[in-house]
């Protein structure tokens, strides 16, 4: 069992950046693949990044490409979202997801065990 909680999210304008965290708690980080969903209102929950148990080859949005980095401290029990050069469409509320142990890298919502509660990152002028 992995329990996952999020922190980081808030109000910015434009071109700013935040840096979401998310703890885990449990047994058995190092060996869960990792990813960060985002679900604005009225929209599909998607996966912006993605990272495997192994940090290698992590999976990016097309449209989160350049601007964020996923990266996990598995000494920390934690996963990382670096948000750089926000912009309106940005807004949503993000949450982490684990999947594991040790299976193949996935960006499918349904295939995650284990979620967090979501924090809200509001992109406005």
């Known amino acids: 069992q992995v329990q996952l909680a999020e922190s980081g999210g808030g109000l910015v304008q434009p071109g700013d950046s935040l840096r979401l965290s998310c703890a885990a708690s449990?047994?058995?980080?190092?060996?869960?693949?990792m990813g960060w969903f985002r679900q604005a209102p009225g929209s599909e929950r998607e996966c912006v990044a993605a990272?495997?148990?192994?940090?290698?080859?992590?999976y990016y949005k097309e449209s989160v490409k350049g601007r964020f980095t996923i990266s996990r401290d598995d000494a920390k029990s934690t996963v990382y979202l670096q948000m750089d050069s926000l912009i309106l469409q940005d807004t949503a509320v993000y949450y982490c997801?684990?999947?594991?142990?040790?299976?193949?890298?996935?960006?499918?919502?349904?295939?995650?065990?284990?979620w967090g509660q979501g924090t809200q990152v509001t992109v406005s002028s």
């Open positions: 997801a684990a999947r594991g142990p040790r299976s193949p890298l996935e960006i499918r919502s349904d295939k995650y065990d284990y």
């Open positions: 449990g047994r058995g980080f190092s060996s869960y693949n």
């Open positions: 990272i495997s148990w192994r940090s290698n080859a992590p």
